[in-house]
């Protein structure tokens, strides 16, 4: 029993010992464990580099493009009733105002409705005005007045109809500019829907670049390079009417 109690005794006087030292077991020195990990670098060979002074310009990049003049705004005067063409007033080339006659259609007894439209329009207004005067006399009912006045609405109405009939016999310029095709003749017949005249507007006109895909250049990269580089102005005022017609007469053959 005694030697236990010894041997604990020791045991724990050797354990305070060995924690209170912070030493034991170590095999190298504290301070050569710094140094043996610090090693040396390689020396490395200096490179040879040139040096040169750089100056600041302005670069405006040039690019040139192969491209045409095309008109923004372009309408075709089609026949709005069958018909056959009997004044053409137009060809290519030719300058028109919009609502100008391009072409005028046959008749068709269009004419002859609107006369007849205008002398029922004048019967029913003649018959209107003498029963009114019966009327307030007393000898016509009154309620024969709404009738009449019904039936002169009517008649003009079919006066309005027939004149507007009679309007598509006329083929008008739908906008202002110059006859780029006028593909039909006089004589010829035409239905509802038949284009007679195309006109383009001069104003505005797009010039249109053909960019090669390989270059793979942004439309907006050109935009920006042309203002950059101050031709969009230049542009514009080369693109005038008087350009415009005379590459008109070069495409086209004047009839």
């Known amino acids: 029993m005694m030697y236990s109690r010894i041997l604990a005794a020791v045991i724990v006087i050797a354990a305070t010992l060995w924690i209170g030292s912070g030493v034991f077991g170590r095999t190298e020195s504290p301070e050569a464990a710094p140094s043996a990990a610090v090693a040396k670098p390689a020396a490395q060979p200096l490179f040879q580099v040139a040096v040169i002074t750089a100056d600041v310009e302005e670069h405006s990049r040039r690019l040139s493009l192969a491209g045409r003049t095309e008109a923004d705004n372009r309408a075709s005067a089609v026949a709005r009733t069958a018909g056959s063409i009997v004044e053409l007033k137009v060809r290519r080339g030719d300058r028109v105002a919009e609502g100008d006659v391009i072409a005028t259609l046959s008749d068709e007894a269009r004419e002859a409705q609107v006369a007849e439209a205008e002398a029922h329009v004048q019967q029913k207004r003649t018959d209107l005005d003498a029963k009114l005067t019966l009327i307030e006399r007393g000898v016509v009912p ?79 990269q050109v935009y920006a390079s042309l203002q950059k580089a101050g031709r969009i102005r230049e542009l514009e005022r080369s693109i005038t009417e008087d350009k415009v017609f005379g590459w008109l007469m070069q495409q086209n053959i004047v009839e």
């Open 142 to 220: 009154a309620n024969e007045k709404n009738m009449l006045e019904a039936e002169l609405r009517s008649a003009e109405a079919t006066l309005a109809m027939a004149k507007a009939e009679h309007e598509r016999g006329l083929i008008r310029a739908p906008i202002a500019g110059v006859v780029s095709q006028a593909p039909m003749t006089t004589g010829q017949a035409v239905q509802a829907g038949s284009m007679v005249a195309e006109v383009i507007a001069l104003d505005p006109m797009l010039a249109v670049a053909e960019v090669a895909e390989r270059r793979s250049a942004d439309p907006g």
